[in-house]
């Protein structure tokens, strides 16, 4: 393809996504397909000769688009909303054009010092102290891709120093030693990045409980820091969340940080969805006590109309940040090494791309008000669908109802909010995803598409109260209808083991459960069926028993010449814990629990 022929399709490209978006509307919010349909309608091999543009065009709409789920439809309120506009599409269009890979500001000037300028753009848009900034404070923004890369990176950015402030104090002490003992704190409702960060910096990681509002306080991270202390292990990272995933419910910023200050700890604030609103005064109160953070980030890919990827990550000291990850070979200098930023030091992954440049078409195109005004009215439709719920005695929500987006549930056994999503969704009219709230199922209603407007959200209640009309209609003929028969013993037998398993587990459904709520289940299960034991094996309570009876050690020793009275005296060895390994077990519950 020559740049003549390229302008002609790019015409028509840029002709078809307009097409697209503006009849988006008349889709399916959802695809009708089954794993691998793709692989049917496409051949087995690359083709040996190039094609036709025209043709490659018309699989898109045969065989492509068949299998897409419409983020942008105005019908799709799952997960968070996918950012995306028209200049974050002409701002992707030129990076991509201009190819650049900008690991330092020798490889392309502009691509780093862009990437500075509107970082703190924003940094000050959402009310960062001067400190976060690249203007004059010690720190400094960055994008990185995702929010997943901004928590592991501070946690190793918090892992490397207080390894190092552990080796200055005690010189000949093993690294290994230090990172056994190191601790790493979240709410349970923090996104499962978080848990994964702690799994790849191979520390242990606490799931704090939250209070009523789904928070996670200073006294319960103080409790628990104290507690690990006594232990002889070593706090040294809190992840706080601003918009849970869950419910978007929002930690104690202020008292977290006091606690993370006074005891020494890094605090990283992921702020993914809801940080975007931060943009507008009346939500700045969120971060009150954000001082004391030594990290933070949000994306603008979700809620500011920018296109995937553009996770914007601040620091409070970016020598804190680069010491931990900087690798410098020969290759990669350059003679502005002293007094330039490289941003390959900032993050995992050398090679970036020119990421900056959309968003700036965003922020200059939109403004900060026009910005504002797009977040504000997902925080009104997101209350407008709420009044529709309350309004409506088969419902309750629960969770806070801040920012855009509402959960809520059928009143009575989860089973019930499960069948009415699954009936939603399978009717491809809207699309919402579940979510697990002290043991509530419910339902997550999320504004998403960007000219979301009241008529949607009118829609959608019709089409969830419709769905609960006929799930309770259902309900009702199945109640009215069943026939009263008397069953055999084994029948009672068997309905009565039923019941018992839907009492407990009737609003579980593991195809549509978030992949912690399934470990959640799968825990629940495990917790019920270890009760059971406990009945019938007292000694099944303890899992080290258990380990010490099937240890081979053991085995010979008892079937040696040991007498029934050494035999006895074994047991309270092999099952007393040691200093060691006492909060590993009692961590390991509170996960459970």
């Not at 702690?198 to 799931?207: A, C, E, L, Y």
């Not at 939109?366 to 910005?371: A, R, S």
């Amino acid at each position: 393809m020559d740049s003549k022929e390229f302008r002609t399709r790019g015409k028509e490209m840029v002709d078809y996504i307009a097409d697209y978006l503006d009849t988006i509307k008349f889709r399916r919010v959802t695809p009708e397909v089954t794993p691998g349909y793709l692989q049917k309608l496409l051949p087995d091999e690359a083709p040996s000769k190039g094609e036709d543009f025209s043709d490659i065009m018309k699989d898109v709409d045969a065989a492509i688009m068949k299998g897409v789920t419409h983020w942008q439809h105005p019908n799709f309120h799952a997960y968070f909303p996918a950012g995306n506009s028209f200049p974050s599409i002409l701002g992707d269009m030129l990076s991509d054009a201009i190819g650049c890979v900008g690991f330092s500001w020798a490889a392309s000037p502009a691509c780093t010092e862009l990437e500075t300028v509107v970082l703190d753009w924003v940094g000050k848009m959402i009310g960062l102290p001067k400190k976060f900034l690249h203007d004059g404070g010690i720190g400094g923004g960055v994008i990185q891709g995702s929010a997943s890369e901004c928590v592991l990176i501070n946690l190793l950015a918090a892992r490397h120093q207080v390894v190092r402030q552990m080796k200055k104090r005690f010189q000949f002490i093993e690294e290994g030693l230090i990172l056994s003992k190191l601790v790493a704190y979240s709410s349970k409702l923090a996104h499962s990045c978080v848990e994964k960060a702690g799994m790849i910096g191979f520390v242990k990681m606490r799931q704090l409980d939250v209070d009523e509002e789904f928070s996670l306080r200073g006294y319960t991270l103080e409790c628990a820091i104290e507690e690990d202390r006594r232990m002889g292990l070593i706090p040294f990272f809190v992840c706080a969340t601003l918009g849970t995933t869950a419910c978007c419910s929002f930690d104690n910023i202020l008292e977290i940080g006091q606690v993370c200050n006074k005891e020494n700890v890094w605090l990283h604030i992921d702020a993914a969805y809801a940080g975007n609103a931060l943009i507008c005064p009346e939500f700045q109160y969120l971060i009150k006590g954000i001082e004391n953070a030594n990290s933070f980030n949000f994306n603008p890919n979700k809620w500011m109309l920018v296109n995937f990827d553009c996770s914007l990550m601040w620091v409070r000291d970016k020598e804190s940040l680069t010491s931990a990850v900087t690798v410098d070979p020969l290759y990669l200098k350059h003679k502005h090494d002293d007094y330039a930023i490289d941003f390959r030091h900032w993050g995992i992954p050398l090679s970036r791309r020119f990421r900056s440049l959309k968003l700036w078409f965003v922020l200059r195109t939109y403004g900060k008000e026009g910005l504002q005004n797009y977040i504000r009215q997902h925080v009104r439709l997101a209350k407008v669908f709420k009044s529709y719920v309350d309004n409506d005695s088969r419902f309750e929500t629960m969770g806070p109802t801040k920012m855009g987006l509402v959960c809520f549930r059928l009143k009575g056994p989860n089973a019930l909010t499960q069948k009415l999503l699954r009936m939603i969704n399978e009717s491809g009219k809207l699309h919402m995803v579940p979510a697990l709230l002290n043991e509530y199922y419910i339902i997550r209603f999320a504004v998403c598409a960007e000219n979301a407007v009241d008529e949607d959200i009118k829609y959608a209640w019709d089409i969830v109260s419709e769905m609960a009309d006929e799930l309770m209609e259902m309900r009702q003929s199945l109640t009215d209808n069943k026939i009263d028969e008397q069953p055999s013993s084994e029948e009672i037998n068997k309905e009565e083991e039923e019941e018992e398993n839907d009492e407990v587990f009737s609003g579980f459904d593991d195809e549509i459960i978030f992949d912690q709520q399934r470990n959640n289940l799968s825990r629940a299960c495990m917790r019920r069926n270890l009760f059971f034991r406990m009945i019938s094996d007292p000694k099944s309570y303890n899992p080290r028993v258990l380990k010490a009876l099937c240890t081979d050690k053991v085995k010979k020793r008892i079937d040696g010449s040991a007498s029934g009275e050494d035999k006895k005296s074994l047991w309270p060895t092999r099952s007393l814990p040691s200093q060691k390994y006492a909060f590993m077990n009692k961590s390991n519950k509170d996960l459970v629990d």
